[in-house]
């Protein structure tokens, strides 16, 4: 609202491709449900009103209408004078992307890990010690700063719902700090304490497990929405896993599991028993594991520039969607094995190298990122929806593979205000 009180209202008109992850029957796409020469109607951050722009008129009179119905009919000139009017040229715009998987509060970089892997050094979860003692080493304005820079990165290039991690504290005082600064910049927090086994805790992982669940969880849940184990050789069995995400539940917090990327593990048969929101990475899945991802609610979510940045196998999302399992795409921007932020590569790749179609790409990159934080509000061009909102300096959504690297986000809007324009 704006300080008079009045609504704030924007038609953004004259899309040649809408694509509204809404499908019905006078919609293409399948379930990206593209419209053709549309217009969106926002009002005060939420969409209002979807149509062809040829009915744009009429969709803005309808909303004065229902809007005045009470008042003097006057108000009603002024209502129109209040649309800001924004014409996007022919070109495309979709739903803000919705990354689900990040780790963006951290101190210093592995420029040098990530050189030596390029030389042929096997990549393994302990890395992530060396950035342990970066980011305990660095200050609170420090980290907060540097949040600040990915959270604009990640806007310029068209996300506007994002989960970040901890796990880079490995203490409670640590990790606690991690969470704090985290949820100063998003909601979907979630508090991963057991990423890895610290140093002092080597020779005692159970241990570690138990201050995890004790106060370092007593500590990390006001600020948290989620909790994450990782299930996997180097870091957490899947027992000590079990205990770790079980103590979440009991006190509110929703689960997700990192699982399966280094090789076959309990992790994807324990996100669903357990009933995860997502289960993370799915590099490398048994049919038993397809079988159960696609019998459950639990969203697989896909992480290529981990695979781009470690030249481990793809991720077979073709698998994965032909057994008809909820797939999403997110970035897991960190410094170790995936320092990108861009989602538009995340879906060049993805459909480059994992057998996915540009749409399927869009969608799990939208959608299904939505799906995997249990969203409804996000993710999605609909009445009601957040009006967070893509232009793209391009005619069509397929554009994001066709031309990778190349920066096509035009403008984007989160709650209905530009955050990032080009």
Not at 196 to 217: F, K, N, Q, S
Not at 278 to 294: K, Q, W
Request: aromatic share 6%.
């Amino acid at each position: 609202m704006s300080d008079g009180g009045a609504v704030q209202r924007m038609l953004l008109t004259n899309i040649g491709e809408l694509v509204t992850n809404d499908p019905t029957d006078d919609r293409d796409g399948g379930p990206l449900g593209i419209l053709r020469d549309a217009a969106v109607l926002v009002e005060d951050g939420r969409i209002s009103w979807v149509g062809h722009a040829a009915h744009a008129a009429e969709g803005v009179a309808a909303r004065a209408e229902r809007d005045t119905r009470r008042e003097a009919d006057e108000h009603r000139a002024t209502w129109d004078a209040e649309v800001d009017v924004v014409d996007a040229g022919g070109r495309a715009v979709m739903p803000g992307f919705v990354d689900s998987h990040t780790h963006l509060v951290f101190g210093g970089d592995r420029a040098d890990e990530f050189a030596a892997r390029m030389a042929g050094r096997r990549y393994e979860a302990g890395g992530i010690r060396s950035t342990v003692a970066a980011t305990r080493a660095a200050t609170d304005d420090e980290l907060r700063a540097r949040l600040a820079g990915f959270v604009a990165e990640l806007h310029a290039q068209g996300t506007t719902t994002f989960e970040i991690k901890s796990g880079y504290g490995l203490s409670v005082e640590a990790e606690e700090r991690l969470v704090r600064l985290a949820r100063e910049v998003t909601d979907e927090v979630t508090f991963l304490g057991a990423h890895v086994v610290p140093a002092d805790y080597a020779d005692r992982p159970d241990a570690y497990v138990d201050l995890v669940i004790g106060e370092m969880l007593t500590a990390c849940a006001p600020h948290s929405r989620w909790i994450d184990a990782f299930c996997e050789r180097g870091a957490f069995t899947p027992e000590q896993s079990r205990r770790v995400l079980e103590a979440g539940r009991a006190v509110g917090l929703g689960v997700r599991v990192h699982g399966n990327q280094l090789g076959e593990g309990g992790g994807v048969r324990l996100a669903v028993e357990l009933g995860a929101a997502s289960v993370d990475h799915c590099t490398y899945l048994s049919d038993a594991d397809v079988a159960a991802l696609a019998a459950s609610d639990t969203v697989a979510t896909l992480l290529p520039g981990v695979e781009f940045s470690t030249r481990q196998l793809y991720p077979d999302a073709r698998r994965l969607i032909d057994a008809g399992v909820a797939v999403a795409l997110a970035s897991d921007c960190n410094p170790g094995s995936s320092f990108t932020s861009s989602m538009p590569f995340c879906i060049a790749v993805a459909v480059r190298d994992m057998g996915m179609t540009p749409a399927e790409a869009v969608w799990a990159s939208t959608a299904g990122g939505a799906a995997a934080l249990q969203r409804t509000d996000v993710g999605a061009i609909r009445p009601g929806a957040c009006a967070d909102l893509v232009l793209l300096d391009a005619p069509s959504h397929v554009h994001l593979a066709y031309r990778p690297g190349v920066p096509l986000v035009a403008c984007v809007w989160k709650d209905g205000a530009v955050v990032a324009e080009a």
